[in-house]
């Protein structure tokens, strides 16, 4: 990362880490189109009808990771060997801590959150079932996302890639086998969920227990130090708060959405898949400032790090307005995969034409936000997506969307709110650069 030619390395290292979080959507994806298929339409608009509930609780400890990336990137660049297994093992102790503590929460308040969201009555099981049987995969979840983000700050996105490759496919099978052979529905999909992110976990686990030192896990030296959880803390636990506060507004917007009926909770359900897809393309070259601009940064590599950040804005964008433009073209024919009711069709191709094709503008506000973490600057964009995505989407929401009252007027605070954010983080970009980026040369 902190030599030779950039544009390859980040390309090398994004597209692995993209499908890797494409393949851990593949796995909601899988649920979702078993379930409309296999089940029932209800069951689908359950299970679409959590996402912003269960993505509450994961962006919140993917956030936290950050930190742990970061501070992994830092001591490898300034070849601080001693510190990086005091890295390793306090974020793994602090991924186990995370990841039981939220399955606790999640438990305890899994009626409530479903009750919140206003999910329809014949939906209401169906999600609550899943719901549960989510929180307690969390564990599994946490442990893969921080010992994914401690190989990532290696330079290592293909081994959560294959880890992600084999859940994906033992999820599968079980769903089928869950909802085909044994009819569980979706409390067998749901299980199936939690036995495919135990297997990527368990993956994981044996890697950092064989690798190398001083990248090698002890798990009798699994404990917190106060040092590196603080650095963890301070990069993590705002992207970590930005990234569950973002989900809070989505969940908001759930709940409009289900005030519409199962058809335009089922349609959207479709769509946000696709536009899952076309953001992971945009957070994979996103976390690869993170990392690259937090490796250099720390070696006091100043056009390195301005250079990461023009690659990584390139390809982000250029890369989510490809895949935006594959699925438009494919329309239907692609929404076809996750609903097949007409009227379901009808809501999900609105969403596509007023979200999906706008995603590239999620591009110029990420890969700011994580050229400034790998800097150590992690509040400021935290604010600016609190701004944007929560503060102005519940004034939409609760202001000016009942004056209008269609799906399409709903859809439309996504790509206005993208416009704000983007502004605010690309002028914060500019001063943090000025200012850090010339105190690093």
Request: hydrophobic share 55%.
């Amino acid at each position: 990362m902190l030599h030779g030619p950039l544009a390859g390395k980040l390309i090398a290292f994004a597209i692995p880490l993209a499908l890797s979080s494409a393949l851990q959507q593949l796995l909601s994806s899988v649920d979702a189109s078993v379930a409309g298929h296999f089940v029932s339409s209800q069951s689908l608009a359950g299970i679409g009808a959590t996402v912003p509930i269960t993505s509450m609780f994961v962006n919140l400890f993917v956030g936290i990771s950050v930190g742990a990336n970061v501070a992994m990137a830092v001591c490898i660049a300034r070849r601080q060997h001693d510190r990086i297994s005091d890295v390793l093992h306090t974020s793994i102790a602090l991924s186990l801590v995370v990841g039981v503590l939220l399955m606790a929460l999640g438990l305890a308040i899994s009626e409530w959150l479903v009750d919140a969201v206003g999910i329809p009555v014949d939906a209401r099981g169906d999600a609550l079932v899943y719901l549960r049987l989510y929180f307690v995969s969390l564990p599994f979840l946490t442990f893969y996302n921080f010992g994914s983000a401690l190989m990532r700050a290696r330079g290592d996105s293909r081994r959560p890639l294959y880890a992600l490759a084999v859940g994906v496919v033992v999820n599968l099978v079980l769903d089928l086998f869950f909802t085909l052979v044994v009819p569980w529905e979706t409390a067998g999909i749901a299980f199936g969920t939690v036995v495919s992110f135990a297997a990527s976990a368990a993956i994981v686990l044996r890697w950092l227990t064989t690798d190398d030192e001083p990248y090698r896990l002890h798990v009798r030296e699994i404990r917190m130090a106060r040092s590196s959880l603080g650095y963890i803390l301070r990069i993590g636990l705002p992207a970590g708060l930005q990234g569950a506060v973002f989900s809070l507004s989505n969940t908001i917007m759930q709940a409009a959405i289900d005030g519409f009926g199962s058809a335009a909770i089922a349609g959207s359900t479709a769509t946000m898949n696709l536009e899952y897809y076309t953001y992971f393309f945009v957070n994979a070259f996103a976390q690869a400032a993170v990392t690259f601009v937090g490796q250099n940064y720390a070696a006091r590599q100043r056009d390195r790090c301005i250079k990461t950040i023009r690659w990584c804005q390139l390809f982000g964008a250029s890369s989510a307005l490809a895949v935006s433009l594959i699925f438009f073209a494919m329309g239907t024919g692609v929404l076809g995969i996750f609903a097949t009711d007409p009227e379901a069709l009808q809501y999900g191709m609105t969403r596509l034409i007023i979200v999906e094709l706008f995603e590239i503008l999620t591009s110029f506000y990420e890969v700011p936000a994580g050229a400034m973490r790998g800097m150590g600057v992690s509040i400021l964009p935290a604010i600016i997506t609190v701004l944007g995505s929560v503060v102005l989407r519940i004034f939409f929401v609760f202001v000016i969307f009942p004056g209008f009252g269609t799906y399409a007027a709903l859809m439309m605070i996504y790509p206005v709110s993208w416009l704000l954010m983007d502004a605010g983080m690309l002028a914060s970009y500019a001063v943090i650069r000025k200012r850090n980026l010339s105190a690093a040369a």
